[in-house]
Protein backbone atom coordinates (compact mmCIF):
# COMPACT_ATOMS: atom_id res chain seq x y z
CA UNK A 1 0.00 0.00 0.00
CA UNK A 2 1.27 3.84 -0.62
CA UNK A 3 0.45 6.50 0.71
CA UNK A 4 0.85 9.97 -0.04
CA UNK A 5 1.92 12.27 2.40
CA UNK A 6 3.59 15.74 2.79
CA UNK A 7 3.48 17.04 6.05
CA UNK A 8 4.25 20.94 7.00
CA UNK A 9 5.93 21.58 10.80
CA UNK A 10 6.89 24.45 12.59
CA UNK A 11 8.93 23.53 14.97
CA UNK A 12 8.79 25.32 18.81
CA UNK A 13 12.34 25.93 19.67
CA UNK A 14 11.28 28.55 23.02
CA UNK A 15 11.23 31.66 21.64
CA UNK A 16 10.83 31.32 17.63
CA UNK A 17 9.34 29.27 15.33
CA UNK A 18 11.02 27.95 12.09
CA UNK A 19 8.37 26.35 9.26
CA UNK A 20 10.11 23.36 7.52
CA UNK A 21 9.08 21.11 5.00
CA UNK A 22 9.47 17.50 5.96
CA UNK A 23 9.59 15.08 3.15
CA UNK A 24 9.09 11.51 5.38
CA UNK A 25 9.95 9.42 2.08
CA UNK A 26 13.52 10.63 2.36
CA UNK A 27 13.71 9.94 6.62
CA UNK A 28 11.43 7.14 6.64
CA UNK A 29 12.52 4.15 5.27
CA UNK A 30 11.17 1.05 7.97
CA UNK A 31 7.89 0.21 6.50
CA UNK A 32 5.38 0.10 9.86
CA UNK A 33 6.67 3.58 10.57
CA UNK A 34 3.54 5.72 12.28
CA UNK A 35 3.60 9.14 12.18
CA UNK A 36 0.91 10.80 15.62
CA UNK A 37 0.39 14.46 15.63
CA UNK A 38 -0.85 15.35 19.05
CA UNK A 39 0.40 14.07 22.41
CA UNK A 40 -3.09 14.52 24.31
CA UNK A 41 -5.46 11.51 25.26
CA UNK A 42 -5.42 10.15 21.63
CA UNK A 43 -1.84 10.68 20.59
CA UNK A 44 -0.29 9.50 24.45
CA UNK A 45 -3.21 6.24 24.69
CA UNK A 46 -2.25 5.23 21.33
CA UNK A 47 1.89 5.69 20.92
CA UNK A 48 1.63 3.71 24.40
CA UNK A 49 -0.41 1.20 23.41
CA UNK A 50 1.41 0.14 20.18
CA UNK A 51 3.06 -2.77 19.64
CA UNK A 52 6.94 -1.38 19.16
CA UNK A 53 8.46 -4.04 17.65
CA UNK A 54 5.44 -4.00 14.83
CA UNK A 55 5.55 -0.23 14.20
CA UNK A 56 8.43 2.41 14.25
CA UNK A 57 6.60 5.39 16.17
CA UNK A 58 7.26 8.98 15.85
CA UNK A 59 5.08 11.30 17.78
CA UNK A 60 4.68 15.18 16.65
CA UNK A 61 3.24 17.98 18.90
CA UNK A 62 4.21 21.29 20.04
CA UNK A 63 3.99 20.29 23.76
CA UNK A 64 6.33 17.39 24.44
CA UNK A 65 4.07 16.57 27.26
CA UNK A 66 0.65 14.68 28.00
CA UNK A 67 -2.14 16.56 30.42
CA UNK A 68 -4.36 14.12 32.68
CA UNK A 69 -6.92 16.36 31.87
CA UNK A 70 -9.48 15.42 34.52
CA UNK A 71 -7.57 16.61 37.45
CA UNK A 72 -6.54 20.05 35.79
CA UNK A 73 -9.06 21.98 37.54
CA UNK A 74 -7.50 20.85 40.63
CA UNK A 75 -3.80 22.20 39.57
CA UNK A 76 -5.52 25.67 38.88
CA UNK A 77 -6.12 26.40 42.82
CA UNK A 78 -3.29 23.98 43.95
CA UNK A 79 -4.87 21.44 45.38
CA UNK A 80 -2.98 19.27 42.97
CA UNK A 81 0.47 20.59 41.96
CA UNK A 82 0.86 20.71 38.09
CA UNK A 83 3.81 18.39 37.45
CA UNK A 84 1.10 15.39 39.18
CA UNK A 85 -0.84 15.23 36.04
CA UNK A 86 1.57 15.29 33.12
CA UNK A 87 3.71 12.54 31.64
CA UNK A 88 6.60 13.50 29.34
CA UNK A 89 6.57 12.27 25.71
CA UNK A 90 10.12 12.36 25.14
CA UNK A 91 11.79 9.31 26.80
CA UNK A 92 8.97 7.76 27.45
CA UNK A 93 10.55 4.88 25.82
CA UNK A 94 13.38 4.72 23.91
CA UNK A 95 11.51 3.29 20.79
CA UNK A 96 9.46 6.30 20.20
CA UNK A 97 10.80 9.39 18.42
CA UNK A 98 9.59 12.91 19.68
CA UNK A 99 9.92 16.22 17.76
CA UNK A 100 8.20 19.13 19.67
CA UNK A 101 6.68 20.86 16.34
CA UNK A 102 3.27 21.99 15.73
CA UNK A 103 2.12 20.43 11.69
CA UNK A 104 0.21 23.65 10.60
CA UNK A 105 -0.54 21.45 7.08
CA UNK A 106 -1.27 18.37 5.78
CA UNK A 107 -1.43 17.88 1.99
CA UNK A 108 -2.86 14.01 1.23
CA UNK A 109 -2.25 14.92 -2.09
CA UNK A 110 0.75 13.40 -5.02
CA UNK A 111 4.27 14.70 -4.00
CA UNK A 112 5.27 12.11 -1.57
CA UNK A 113 5.30 8.40 -1.67
CA UNK A 114 5.21 7.03 1.61
CA UNK A 115 5.00 3.05 1.82
CA UNK A 116 3.49 1.59 4.43
CA UNK A 117 3.23 4.73 6.59
CA UNK A 118 0.35 5.31 9.24
CA UNK A 119 -0.53 8.57 9.87
CA UNK A 120 -2.76 9.35 12.54
CA UNK A 121 -4.03 13.02 13.40
CA UNK A 122 -4.79 13.43 17.16
CA UNK A 123 -4.46 17.56 17.52
CA UNK A 124 -7.50 17.64 19.88
CA UNK A 125 -9.41 20.77 19.51
CA UNK A 126 -9.18 24.69 20.78
CA UNK A 127 -12.20 26.17 23.17
CA UNK A 128 -14.86 28.03 21.67
CA UNK A 129 -15.10 31.68 21.98
CA UNK A 130 -18.25 32.13 19.38
CA UNK A 131 -16.38 34.86 18.20
CA UNK A 132 -17.60 36.73 21.21
CA UNK A 133 -15.15 39.98 21.12
CA UNK A 134 -12.19 40.33 23.88
CA UNK A 135 -12.82 36.57 25.17
CA UNK A 136 -9.31 35.23 23.35
CA UNK A 137 -8.14 38.59 24.95
CA UNK A 138 -8.93 38.81 28.82
CA UNK A 139 -10.74 35.15 29.27
CA UNK A 140 -8.61 32.20 30.53
CA UNK A 141 -9.24 28.82 29.19
CA UNK A 142 -8.98 25.34 30.81
CA UNK A 143 -7.10 22.92 28.70
CA UNK A 144 -3.57 22.70 29.38
CA UNK A 145 -1.18 23.09 32.88
CA UNK A 146 -0.44 26.70 31.49
CA UNK A 147 -3.58 27.75 31.52
CA UNK A 148 -3.87 26.47 35.33
CA UNK A 149 -0.44 28.55 35.94
CA UNK A 150 -2.57 31.58 35.00
CA UNK A 151 -5.70 30.97 36.52
CA UNK A 152 -3.98 30.16 39.77
CA UNK A 153 -1.33 32.99 39.78
CA UNK A 154 -4.36 35.37 38.52
CA UNK A 155 -7.00 34.08 41.83
CA UNK A 156 -3.80 35.41 43.88
CA UNK A 157 -3.27 38.19 42.27
CA UNK A 158 -6.87 39.49 42.44
CA UNK A 159 -7.20 39.03 46.81
CA UNK A 160 -3.46 40.15 46.92
CA UNK A 161 -4.80 43.31 45.10
CA UNK A 162 -7.55 43.43 47.15
CA UNK A 163 -5.57 43.56 50.54
CA UNK A 164 -3.87 46.73 49.40
CA UNK A 165 -4.71 49.94 51.55
CA UNK A 166 -6.80 53.00 49.97
CA UNK A 167 -8.91 50.82 47.97
CA UNK A 168 -12.44 51.82 47.84
CA UNK A 169 -14.84 48.69 48.85
CA UNK A 170 -16.26 48.85 45.36
CA UNK A 171 -12.91 48.19 43.58
CA UNK A 172 -11.92 45.33 46.35
CA UNK A 173 -15.61 44.02 45.51
CA UNK A 174 -14.48 44.44 41.34
CA UNK A 175 -11.78 42.71 41.59
CA UNK A 176 -12.69 39.96 43.80
CA UNK A 177 -15.45 38.84 41.65
CA UNK A 178 -14.75 35.13 40.46
CA UNK A 179 -16.54 34.66 36.59
CA UNK A 180 -17.15 31.24 35.27
CA UNK A 181 -18.60 31.25 31.76
CA UNK A 182 -20.13 27.85 30.49
CA UNK A 183 -21.98 25.42 33.10
CA UNK A 184 -20.70 22.15 31.72
CA UNK A 185 -18.70 19.77 33.85
CA UNK A 186 -15.23 21.47 32.90
CA UNK A 187 -16.80 25.13 34.29
CA UNK A 188 -18.48 23.60 37.21
CA UNK A 189 -15.14 21.64 38.19
CA UNK A 190 -13.85 24.54 38.56
CA UNK A 191 -15.74 26.22 40.22
CA UNK A 192 -16.17 24.03 43.04
CA UNK A 193 -12.09 23.89 43.11
CA UNK A 194 -12.46 27.46 43.07
CA UNK A 195 -14.99 27.63 46.20
CA UNK A 196 -12.49 24.89 48.04
CA UNK A 197 -9.60 27.09 47.96
CA UNK A 198 -11.61 30.33 48.56
CA UNK A 199 -13.59 28.54 51.43
CA UNK A 200 -11.01 26.72 53.30
CA UNK A 201 -7.32 28.66 52.15
CA UNK A 202 -8.21 32.47 51.65
CA UNK A 203 -10.14 32.77 54.21
CA UNK A 204 -8.01 31.84 56.42
CA UNK A 205 -5.43 34.30 55.09
CA UNK A 206 -7.76 37.25 54.14
CA UNK A 207 -10.80 36.93 56.59
CA UNK A 208 -11.56 40.72 55.91
CA UNK A 209 -12.04 39.95 52.46
CA UNK A 210 -14.55 37.46 52.58
CA UNK A 211 -17.40 39.50 52.78
CA UNK A 212 -16.60 41.30 49.38
CA UNK A 213 -15.89 37.86 47.45
CA UNK A 214 -18.32 36.60 45.00
CA UNK A 215 -18.70 34.13 42.23
CA UNK A 216 -20.92 33.75 39.42
CA UNK A 217 -21.21 31.30 36.79
CA UNK A 218 -23.18 32.32 33.43
CA UNK A 219 -24.29 29.87 30.80
CA UNK A 220 -26.84 30.29 27.79
CA UNK A 221 -28.50 27.09 28.07
CA UNK A 222 -31.22 27.31 30.72
CA UNK A 223 -29.45 24.30 33.51
CA UNK A 224 -26.30 23.56 34.04
CA UNK A 225 -24.61 19.76 33.22
CA UNK A 226 -26.96 19.59 30.71
CA UNK A 227 -25.31 16.36 29.66
CA UNK A 228 -26.25 14.93 33.26
CA UNK A 229 -29.91 13.29 34.85
CA UNK A 230 -32.09 15.94 35.73
CA UNK A 231 -31.83 15.32 39.22
CA UNK A 232 -27.79 15.47 39.66
CA UNK A 233 -27.84 18.66 38.04
CA UNK A 234 -30.77 20.45 40.19
CA UNK A 235 -28.56 18.75 42.88
CA UNK A 236 -25.34 20.43 41.71
CA UNK A 237 -27.14 24.12 41.40
CA UNK A 238 -29.03 23.69 44.98
CA UNK A 239 -25.17 22.88 46.58
CA UNK A 240 -24.16 25.76 44.51
CA UNK A 241 -26.74 28.33 45.62
CA UNK A 242 -26.08 27.41 49.33
CA UNK A 243 -22.50 28.01 49.09
CA UNK A 244 -23.41 30.91 47.65
CA UNK A 245 -22.23 30.75 44.23
CA UNK A 246 -24.53 32.41 41.77
CA UNK A 247 -25.87 30.08 38.86
CA UNK A 248 -27.50 33.03 36.41
CA UNK A 249 -28.32 30.81 33.04
CA UNK A 250 -29.83 32.14 29.72
CA UNK A 251 -27.68 34.83 29.53
CA UNK A 252 -25.63 36.05 26.36
CA UNK A 253 -22.09 37.73 26.79
CA UNK A 254 -21.85 40.24 24.24
CA UNK A 255 -18.21 41.32 24.57
CA UNK A 256 -15.76 41.31 27.31
CA UNK A 257 -12.93 43.86 28.28
CA UNK A 258 -10.15 43.91 30.62
CA UNK A 259 -12.30 44.07 33.65
CA UNK A 260 -16.04 43.31 33.16
CA UNK A 261 -18.19 41.53 30.79
CA UNK A 262 -21.01 42.96 28.67
CA UNK A 263 -23.99 41.15 29.38
CA UNK A 264 -27.33 40.75 27.61
CA UNK A 265 -30.09 42.78 29.65
CA UNK A 266 -27.85 42.92 32.03
CA UNK A 267 -25.20 45.42 31.24
CA UNK A 268 -21.56 45.88 32.74
CA UNK A 269 -20.63 42.78 35.07
CA UNK A 270 -17.13 44.05 37.02
CA UNK A 271 -14.81 41.03 37.29
CA UNK A 272 -11.34 39.91 38.60
CA UNK A 273 -10.77 36.61 36.93
CA UNK A 274 -12.89 35.11 33.70
CA UNK A 275 -12.34 31.50 32.94
CA UNK A 276 -13.93 30.69 29.93
CA UNK A 277 -15.30 27.42 29.62
CA UNK A 278 -18.01 26.67 26.66
CA UNK A 279 -17.19 23.97 24.59
CA UNK A 280 -14.80 22.95 21.89
CA UNK A 281 -13.94 24.39 18.74
CA UNK A 282 -11.87 23.56 15.24
CA UNK A 283 -8.04 23.10 15.49
CA UNK A 284 -6.65 24.95 12.94
CA UNK A 285 -4.56 22.08 11.55
CA UNK A 286 -8.27 20.64 10.89
CA UNK A 287 -9.77 23.18 8.99
CA UNK A 288 -7.34 23.63 6.40
CA UNK A 289 -7.31 19.77 5.65
CA UNK A 290 -8.73 19.79 1.99
CA UNK A 291 -10.37 16.83 0.74
CA UNK A 292 -11.39 15.23 3.80
CA UNK A 293 -15.16 14.29 4.84
CA UNK A 294 -16.08 16.40 7.81
CA UNK A 295 -19.34 15.65 9.74
CA UNK A 296 -22.09 18.06 9.11
CA UNK A 297 -20.95 20.40 11.24
CA UNK A 298 -17.73 20.67 9.23
CA UNK A 299 -15.92 20.72 12.75
CA UNK A 300 -14.41 17.14 13.10
CA UNK A 301 -13.26 14.90 10.93
CA UNK A 302 -15.41 12.16 9.87
CA UNK A 303 -13.80 8.45 10.22
CA UNK A 304 -15.16 5.23 8.94
CA UNK A 305 -15.53 2.46 11.83
CA UNK A 306 -11.82 1.74 11.35
CA UNK A 307 -10.92 5.69 12.20
CA UNK A 308 -9.68 6.36 8.61
CA UNK A 309 -9.97 9.43 7.12
CA UNK A 310 -12.62 9.30 4.39
CA UNK A 311 -11.62 11.08 0.89
CA UNK A 312 -14.16 13.24 0.16
CA UNK A 313 -14.14 12.65 -4.35
CA UNK A 314 -14.42 9.08 -3.75
CA UNK A 315 -15.99 8.30 -0.19
CA UNK A 316 -13.59 5.64 0.32
CA UNK A 317 -11.22 5.93 3.34
CA UNK A 318 -7.39 6.41 2.70
CA UNK A 319 -5.45 3.34 3.50
CA UNK A 320 -3.09 4.66 5.76
CA UNK A 321 -4.54 7.91 7.64
CA UNK A 322 -6.58 8.05 10.82
CA UNK A 323 -8.03 10.56 12.71
CA UNK A 324 -8.92 10.15 16.36
CA UNK A 325 -9.53 11.83 19.84
CA UNK A 326 -11.75 15.12 19.98
CA UNK A 327 -10.76 16.08 16.38
CA UNK A 328 -12.32 13.57 14.82
CA UNK A 329 -15.98 11.23 14.57
CA UNK A 330 -16.97 8.48 13.67
CA UNK A 331 -19.40 7.90 10.47
CA UNK A 332 -23.36 6.64 12.04
CA UNK A 333 -21.33 6.83 15.26
CA UNK A 334 -21.02 10.43 16.45
CA UNK A 335 -18.98 10.14 19.76
CA UNK A 336 -18.46 12.29 22.64
CA UNK A 337 -15.28 15.31 22.90
CA UNK A 338 -14.13 13.21 26.01
CA UNK A 339 -11.17 10.77 27.17
CA UNK A 340 -13.14 7.94 28.08
CA UNK A 341 -13.53 6.98 24.20
CA UNK A 342 -10.00 5.51 24.86
CA UNK A 343 -10.47 3.48 27.55
CA UNK A 344 -10.78 0.89 24.48
CA UNK A 345 -7.94 1.58 22.26
CA UNK A 346 -8.07 1.15 18.47
CA UNK A 347 -4.61 -1.24 18.52
CA UNK A 348 -4.20 -4.92 19.90
CA UNK A 349 -1.57 -6.64 18.21
CA UNK A 350 -0.02 -5.22 15.34
CA UNK A 351 -2.72 -5.35 12.95
CA UNK A 352 -4.37 -1.57 13.01
CA UNK A 353 -7.04 -2.39 10.36
CA UNK A 354 -8.31 -5.47 11.63
CA UNK A 355 -9.98 -3.79 14.68
CA UNK A 356 -13.10 -1.41 14.61
CA UNK A 357 -13.15 1.31 17.19
CA UNK A 358 -15.86 0.56 20.14
CA UNK A 359 -16.80 3.21 22.04
CA UNK A 360 -18.73 1.85 25.24
CA UNK A 361 -19.99 5.26 27.54
CA UNK A 362 -18.97 4.14 31.12
CA UNK A 363 -20.86 7.32 32.48
CA UNK A 364 -20.16 10.49 34.08
CA UNK A 365 -18.44 12.21 37.15
CA UNK A 366 -17.85 15.33 38.07
CA UNK A 367 -16.88 17.37 41.50
CA UNK A 368 -19.00 19.64 42.81
CA UNK A 369 -17.03 21.00 46.11
CA UNK A 370 -16.94 20.46 49.32
CA UNK A 371 -15.44 16.97 49.05
CA UNK A 372 -19.26 15.88 46.92
CA UNK A 373 -19.52 14.65 43.31
CA UNK A 374 -22.16 13.28 40.68
CA UNK A 375 -21.78 10.12 39.53
CA UNK A 376 -24.15 9.25 36.30
CA UNK A 377 -23.59 5.44 35.29
CA UNK A 378 -27.33 5.44 33.97
CA UNK A 379 -25.73 4.07 30.79
CA UNK A 380 -24.33 1.37 32.36
CA UNK A 381 -27.29 0.47 35.28
CA UNK A 382 -30.52 2.66 35.30
CA UNK A 383 -30.18 3.27 38.87
CA UNK A 384 -26.44 4.26 38.67
CA UNK A 385 -27.16 8.04 39.67
CA UNK A 386 -25.65 9.27 42.88
CA UNK A 387 -24.73 12.11 44.20
CA UNK A 388 -22.54 13.22 47.81
CA UNK A 389 -19.51 11.93 49.45
CA UNK A 390 -19.08 8.67 48.43
CA UNK A 391 -19.21 9.48 44.95
CA UNK A 392 -16.88 11.75 45.12
CA UNK A 393 -14.25 8.90 46.70
CA UNK A 394 -15.42 6.85 43.94
CA UNK A 395 -14.49 10.18 41.49
CA UNK A 396 -11.06 10.69 43.32
CA UNK A 397 -10.20 6.74 43.20
CA UNK A 398 -11.42 6.39 39.26
CA UNK A 399 -8.98 9.33 38.41
CA UNK A 400 -6.25 8.21 40.49
CA UNK A 401 -6.02 4.69 39.21
CA UNK A 402 -6.55 5.99 35.72
CA UNK A 403 -3.72 8.27 35.95
CA UNK A 404 -0.73 7.29 33.51
CA UNK A 405 2.50 6.29 35.49
CA UNK A 406 3.68 4.93 38.83
CA UNK A 407 4.97 8.39 39.73
CA UNK A 408 1.82 9.92 39.04
CA UNK A 409 0.08 7.64 41.27
CA UNK A 410 2.58 8.11 44.05
CA UNK A 411 2.39 11.83 43.70
CA UNK A 412 -1.63 12.83 43.48
CA UNK A 413 -2.41 11.14 47.22
CA UNK A 414 0.82 12.93 47.91
CA UNK A 415 -0.04 16.07 47.08
CA UNK A 416 -4.02 15.36 48.17
CA UNK A 417 -2.66 13.95 51.80
CA UNK A 418 -0.23 17.54 51.66
CA UNK A 419 -3.40 20.35 50.67
CA UNK A 420 -5.25 18.10 53.60
CA UNK A 421 -2.67 18.88 56.38
CA UNK A 422 -1.54 21.96 55.45
CA UNK A 423 -3.70 23.58 52.90
CA UNK A 424 -2.82 24.80 49.45
CA UNK A 425 0.38 26.63 48.36
CA UNK A 426 -0.47 30.47 47.25
CA UNK A 427 3.01 31.17 46.54
CA UNK A 428 2.50 33.58 43.41
CA UNK A 429 5.14 33.04 40.66
C1 LIG B 1 -10.41 20.66 32.19
C2 LIG B 1 -10.84 19.43 31.44
C3 LIG B 1 -11.37 18.35 32.13
C4 LIG B 1 -11.78 17.21 31.46
N1 LIG B 1 -12.28 16.17 32.17
C5 LIG B 1 -12.64 15.04 31.52
C6 LIG B 1 -13.12 13.93 32.27
O1 LIG B 1 -13.22 13.99 33.49
N2 LIG B 1 -13.46 12.80 31.58
C7 LIG B 1 -13.35 12.73 30.21
O2 LIG B 1 -13.67 11.69 29.64
N3 LIG B 1 -12.92 13.78 29.49
C8 LIG B 1 -12.55 14.91 30.10
N4 LIG B 1 -12.09 15.99 29.37
C9 LIG B 1 -12.05 15.89 27.90
C10 LIG B 1 -10.74 15.23 27.45
O3 LIG B 1 -9.64 15.86 28.05
C11 LIG B 1 -10.62 15.33 25.93
O4 LIG B 1 -11.69 14.64 25.36
C12 LIG B 1 -9.30 14.73 25.47
O5 LIG B 1 -8.23 15.52 25.96
C13 LIG B 1 -9.22 14.66 23.96
O6 LIG B 1 -8.00 14.09 23.61
P1 LIG B 1 -7.26 14.50 22.27
O7 LIG B 1 -6.00 13.71 22.24
O8 LIG B 1 -8.18 14.40 21.12
O9 LIG B 1 -6.93 16.06 22.42
P2 LIG B 1 -5.98 16.75 23.47
O10 LIG B 1 -5.87 15.97 24.71
O11 LIG B 1 -6.46 18.17 23.51
O12 LIG B 1 -4.55 16.70 22.76
C14 LIG B 1 -4.27 17.34 21.55
C15 LIG B 1 -2.76 17.25 21.30
O13 LIG B 1 -2.46 17.71 19.99
C16 LIG B 1 -1.40 18.65 20.03
N5 LIG B 1 -1.56 19.52 18.85
C17 LIG B 1 -2.43 20.54 18.68
N6 LIG B 1 -2.25 21.09 17.45
C18 LIG B 1 -1.26 20.38 16.85
C19 LIG B 1 -0.63 20.45 15.57
N7 LIG B 1 -1.01 21.35 14.68
N8 LIG B 1 0.38 19.57 15.28
C20 LIG B 1 0.75 18.62 16.19
N9 LIG B 1 0.17 18.51 17.41
C21 LIG B 1 -0.82 19.37 17.73
C22 LIG B 1 -1.60 19.33 21.37
O14 LIG B 1 -0.42 19.98 21.80
C23 LIG B 1 -1.95 18.13 22.25
O15 LIG B 1 -0.79 17.45 22.63
C24 LIG B 1 -11.68 17.15 30.03
C25 LIG B 1 -11.14 18.23 29.32
C26 LIG B 1 -10.73 19.36 30.02
C27 LIG B 1 -10.14 20.51 29.24
Known sequence: MSNKTLI???????????????????????????????????????????NKEDYNVSVVSPRNYFVFTPLLASTSVGTLEFRCITEPVRGYSKDIDFMQARCDRIDIGTKFTLDYDKLVIGVGSYSNTFGIPG???????LKDVNDARRIRKRVIECFEYASQSGLTSKQKEDRLHFVVVGGGPTGIEFSAELYDFIASDMSRLYPDLMSKTRMTLYD?????????????????????????????TQRHVEKVESDHLVIRDEGNVPYGLLVWSTGLMQNPLVKSLENVVMDTKKQRILTDSKLRVIDETTQQPY?????????????????????QVFNKMVVHGSDMEANCFEFKNRGMMAYIGSSEALVDMSSVHQLAKKSGHLPWLLWRSAYFSMSMSLRNRMLIPYHWFLTWCFGRDISRF
Open 8 to 50: RLAICHNKYILILFLSFCETLTTSGRIVILGSGWAGFKLMREL
Open 135 to 141: VKEYGHF
Open 220 to 248: VAPHILGSFDTNLSDYAHKKFNRKGIQIK
Open 319 to 339: PNVYALGDCATIKDNDLPATA
